[in-house]
Every structure is written in structure tokens, then in C-alpha cells.
């Protein structure tokens, strides 16, 4: 993927999150300008790459696609309350929870404006139903909070949609712009879908595993929401009665503190959990990497195959 086509994306980031009301670029800059993998857009274009299209369609696209992310980032951060993300003040505590959500609207607005302007109704029908996944995926999370009995099963099921879903349509619409046949579709789909599997896996492993100044987020924030994420399912699973009952106290909210967090880390490790969890990372990173068998080898699908092995390795 060429260093001129991010730098493309991003132009059109910049240009279409300006507004006459000054809060809005303000606001919008203070997550996108600061930092960020720039994962889900970067899929797009090494799509592109992999199927070898040569036109510039996917730029607008990848860019409606980051919009989406960060729109949806926006409302997470209004929602778990967070304080931080991407190593500094989250949106929300510097502009309050109403500019928050509303400029958090008006990203997914343009995201909409960006897949009209590209004329494909198989595009926006892919991109739309994500988008509509990920707002169900959140919604799951939510009824599922503070749950101890939440099970794997579940938890995969939410991180399939909360994430995964725009994943594998950031990397579909690759396939679509370029008029590839439906298996190709299927098998960016299949990368995508099992790449943002792993990559949130390992997202809640860091969450047990990574001091603050490294991950960009308060740590144990997961651990304070009640969220029942992988590492605290299994090392629920694999615990004594003593420990299980720790873990329904803290999950209920009534063991919050930071030696309570402490605590949880020690059962986590005790029980190798965040281990586990990256294990199981590895599994979908290796069914992404499996799913692009279909292409020609060559410079992009290696790079979407060190894509896959960075969102396992990473510790941030």
C-alpha cells in the first residue's frame, strides 16, 4: 500500500470534518488528529492493492470508513465514561458528553455523504449494515455488562459485531470498487471479519497486561465497567470458589478499587488468562491470514498478512 494514498485518505479525513461551527472540527480533531492505527482505513487500501485496482474510488471510502470508527469511538467514550483515549484526555471530559455525541452524529453524517458521492448501492448497503451491526454489537455489550455469567460464546459474538463488522466491510469494499468476483469479496470479508477478532482480543488482553503510558487508556478500565471480556471469563472459569467470589463482587461493581484491580490481575495471571486470550488471538489471525490463500502472493498480501501478525504482537 503507497504511503500517497493514506496521505490521500487523510486529506479527505481533514477536509470533510470541517464545519462553519467551530466546536465541531475542534472536537473531531482532538481524536483524529491524535493518533490511532488508522486500521480499518488501511484495509481498504491494501485491498485494493491485493486485487489490483487502479482507480481512487477507495479513498473516499476508506475515509467514510474512519469516520464511522471514530464516530462510534466518540459514543463509546460518552457511554463506559472513559477518561482517556489515545493517551490523552477522551473527547468527552474536554468538551462535555453532549458535543461529544453530537459531533460523534455529525461524523457519521459525513460518513453517509462520503458512500452516496461513491454512487455503489452494494457499497453503502455493506457499509450501512456494519454500521448498524456495530450499534447492535454495542447495545449487546451494554445488556451483557456486569453479567458474570456472560459466556465465551457471547463475549465472541459482541466483538464480532462491535468490531469485527467494520473490519470485514473495510476490507469487502475493496473487492466491490474493484467489480471482483463474489468469492474474492468473501475472502476479503473472511480476513477482515477474523483480523478484527484478534485484534479486540487482544485490545482486552492489554486492558490486564499493559501499564497506562503504553495502551493510551486508563488501565482496568474494562475491570471498573463490569465488562466480562475474555481474561476475566476464563480466569473465572479456571478459579477457586474463593476467587469466583471476588470476580462476582468486582463484575457487580461492589470491588473497584485498585487493590482490587491489583488483585485481578494476579488471578488473571495466576490462571495464564491473558495468555490464553493472545492464543486465541492468534487462532482468527491465522484464519485472516488463511482467507487471502485465494490471491496471488506478492508485496500486498504479505503486508495484509504482517497487518494480522502486528495486531497480535502488539502491546499497545
Same mark, same amino acid.
Request: proline share 2%; with cysteine; hydrophobic share 45%.
Given at each position: 500500500?503507497?504511503?500517497?494514498?493514506?496521505?490521500?485518505?487523510?486529506?479527505?479525513?481533514?477536509?470533510?470534518? !470541517?464545519?462553519?461551527? *467551530?466546536?465541531?472540527?475542534?472536537? &473531531?480533531?482532538?481524536?483524529?488528529? /491524535?493518533?490511532?492505527?488508522?486500521?480499518?482505513?488501511?484495509?481498504?487500501?491494501?485491498?485494493?492493492?491485493?486485487?489490483? #485496482?487502479?482507480?481512487?474510488?477507495?479513498?473516499?471510502?476508506? +475515509? &467514510?470508513?474512519?469516520?464511522?470508527?471514530?464516530?462510534?469511538?466518540?459514543?463509546?467514550?460518552?457511554?463506559? /465514561?472513559?477518561?482517556?483515549?489515545? /493517551?490523552?484526555?477522551?473527547?468527552?471530559?474536554?468538551?462535555?458528553?453532549?458535543?461529544?455525541?453530537?459531533?460523534?452524529?455529525?461524523?457519521?453524517?459525513?460518513?453517509?455523504?462520503?458512500?452516496?458521492?461513491?454512487?455503489?448501492?452494494?457499497?453503502?448497503? =455493506?457499509?450501512?449494515? &456494519?454500521?448498524?451491526?456495530?450499534?447492535?454489537?454495542?447495545?449487546?455489550?451494554?445488556?451483557? !455488562?456486569?453479567?458474570? @455469567?456472560?459466556?465465551?460464546?457471547? #463475549?465472541?459474538?459482541?466483538?464480532?459485531?462491535?468490531?469485527?463488522?467494520?473490519?470485514? +466491510?473495510?476490507?469487502?469494499?475493496?473487492?466491490?470498487?474493484?467489480?471482483?468476483?463474489? &468469492?474474492?469479496?468473501?475472502?476479503?470479508?473472511?480476513?477482515?471479519?477474523?483480523?478484527?477478532?484478534?485484534? !479486540?482480543?487482544?485490545?482486552?488482553?492489554?486492558?490486564?497486561?499493559?501499564?497506562?503510558?503504553?495502551?493510551?487508556?486508563?488501565?482496568?478500565?474494562?475491570?471498573?465497567?463490569?465488562?466480562?471480556?475474555? *481474561?476475566?471469563?476464563?480466569? #473465572? +472459569?479456571?478459579?477457586?470458589?474463593? @476467587?469466583?467470589?471476588?470476580?462476582?463482587?468486582? =463484575?457487580?461493581?461492589?470491588?473497584?478499587?485498585?487493590?482490587?484491580?491489583?488483585?485481578?490481575?494476579?488471578?488473571?495471571?495466576?490462571?495464564?488468562?491473558? +495468555?490464553?486470550?493472545?492464543?486465541?488471538?492468534?487462532?482468527?489471525?491465522?484464519?485472516?491470514?488463511?482467507?487471502?490463500?485465494?490471491?496471488?502472493?506478492?508485496?500486498?498480501?504479505?503486508?495484509?498478512? @504482517?497487518?494480522?501478525?502486528?495486531?497480535?504482537?502488539?502491546?499497545?
Amino acid at each position: 500500500m503507497t504511503a500517497t494514498a493514506m496521505n490521500s485518505v487523510n486529506s479527505i479525513i481533514l477536509d470533510r470534518m !470541517q464545519s462553519e461551527i *467551530p466546536l465541531i472540527p475542534t472536537l &473531531a480533531g482532538h481524536l483524529i488528529a /491524535g493518533g490511532g492505527k488508522r486500521m480499518r482505513p488501511m484495509l481498504t487500501l491494501a485491498g485494493a492493492e491485493l486485487v489490483g #485496482y487502479q482507480g481512487t474510488r477507495h479513498h473516499k471510502l476508506a +475515509a &467514510a470508513v474512519e469516520f464511522i470508527h471514530t464516530a462510534t469511538l466518540l459514543h463509546d467514550d460518552v457511554v463506559d /465514561g472513559s477518561e482517556m483515549r489515545r /493517551g490523552k484526555e477522551a473527547a468527552n471530559i474536554v468538551f462535555g458528553n453532549p458535543a461529544t455525541v453530537l459531533v460523534g452524529d455529525f461524523l457519521f453524517s459525513r460518513s453517509f455523504e462520503l458512500m452516496v458521492e461513491d454512487g455503489s448501492l452494494k457499497v453503502l448497503k =455493506i457499509l450501512s449494515g &456494519a454500521s448498524a451491526i456495530i450499534a447492535q454489537g454495542e447495545v449487546d455489550q451494554l445488556t451483557a !455488562q456486569r453479567k458474570i @455469567e456472560t459466556s465465551e460464546e457471547r #463475549y465472541l459474538h459482541i466483538i464480532g459485531a462491535k468490531t469485527a463488522a467494520l473490519f470485514a +466491510a473495510a476490507s469487502r469494499i475493496a473487492a466491490v470498487v474493484a467489480e471482483r468476483t463474489d &468469492a474474492e469479496e468473501q475472502a476479503l470479508d473472511d480476513y477482515g471479519r477474523n483480523l478484527g477478532i484478534a485484534f !479486540q482480543l487482544v485490545d482486552d488482553a492489554i486492558d490486564y497486561d499493559t501499564g497506562t503510558e503504553e495502551m493510551g487508556k486508563d488501565r482496568g478500565d474494562d475491570f471498573r465497567e463490569g465488562k466480562m471480556t475474555l *481474561p476475566v471469563i476464563l480466569a #473465572y +472459569a479456571r478459579g477457586s470458589d474463593e @476467587e469466583r467470589r471476588f470476580w462476582q463482587e468486582a =463484575i457487580a461493581g461492589f470491588r473497584t478499587e485498585d487493590e482490587d484491580l491489583a488483585h485481578a490481575v494476579e488471578l488473571i495471571r495466576r490462571h495464564d488468562a491473558v +495468555a490464553a486470550t493472545r492464543e486465541r488471538a492468534r487462532h482468527f489471525a491465522q484464519r485472516a491470514c488463511d482467507a487471502l490463500s485465494i490471491f496471488p502472493d506478492g508485496k500486498a498480501r504479505q503486508a495484509m498478512v @504482517e497487518a494480522a501478525q502486528f495486531a497480535v504482537s502488539r502491546g499497545y
